[in-house]
């Protein structure tokens, strides 16, 4: 064990497995690496959740926009303003969904790492030392970044049909 790890004295609780151990380490090594491999499932699940729900959202904006009659014109604004509301509200939940999702990937490969110190192969490892441990961008660009602009994308679409919304209403519906 090396000294002063947190995630190594949380992982092992202060036992040193020994040569005995090793089938069972590397069970659960596997068992580990499966649960990070359903993360990033659940990850696409939810992304793919909140883009069809915002896709939704500004695709019924437009049709509304583009049917609106003008003596029902206050309706077809407070509607807008209830769909740019909930999609401003959706895309705040996806991008915070999208931050926990980096924290939880990141502490799982902090276990993945932790558990390979003890394994023959460091496969993990030796895969972010390939990809440059994600700091030079020309070796390895994190989705992360790109997946975290298509709330702000969908947040100002929503925002600028809430602004135009009001200045519509506040210029009289009518």
């Known amino acids: ?5 947190p995630i190594e004295d949380a992982l092992f609780a202060g036992l040193d497995p020994g ?25 696409q699940g939810v992304n793919t959740f ?3 729900a915002n896709s939704l959202l500004v695709a019924g904006a437009g049709l509304i926009l583009r049917g609106g009659a003008s003596s029902h014109m206050e309706s077809v604004i407070l ?22 999702f980096r924290q939880l990937s990141a502490g799982k490969f902090d276990v993945i790492h932790a558990l390979e110190r003890r394994l023959p192969a460091r496969a993990f490892a030796a895969e972010w030392k390939a990809l440059g441990e994600g700091e030079d961008p020309k ?21 600028t049909l809430f602004a135009a919304s009001v200045r519509t209403w506040a210029n009289g519906a009518n």
Do not use: C
Not at 1 to 5: A, G, I, R
Not at 139 to 159: M, N, W
């Open 50 to 52: 909140f883009l069809s």
């Open 19 to 43: 040569e005995n151990d090793a089938p069972v380490l590397l069970e659960q090594y596997k068992l580990f690496v499966g649960t990070s491999e359903a993360l990033v499932q659940r990850r």
């Open 1 to 5: 064990m090396t000294d002063n790890d």
């Open 139 to 159: 070796v390895y660009r994190p989705f992360t970044g790109t997946e975290s602009i298509t709330p702000i994308v969908f947040a100002i679409l929503h925002l």
């Open 79 to 100: 509607v807008l303003l209830l769909l740019s509301t909930i999609g401003l509200g959706l895309a705040f939940v996806w991008r915070r969904l999208i931050h926990s």
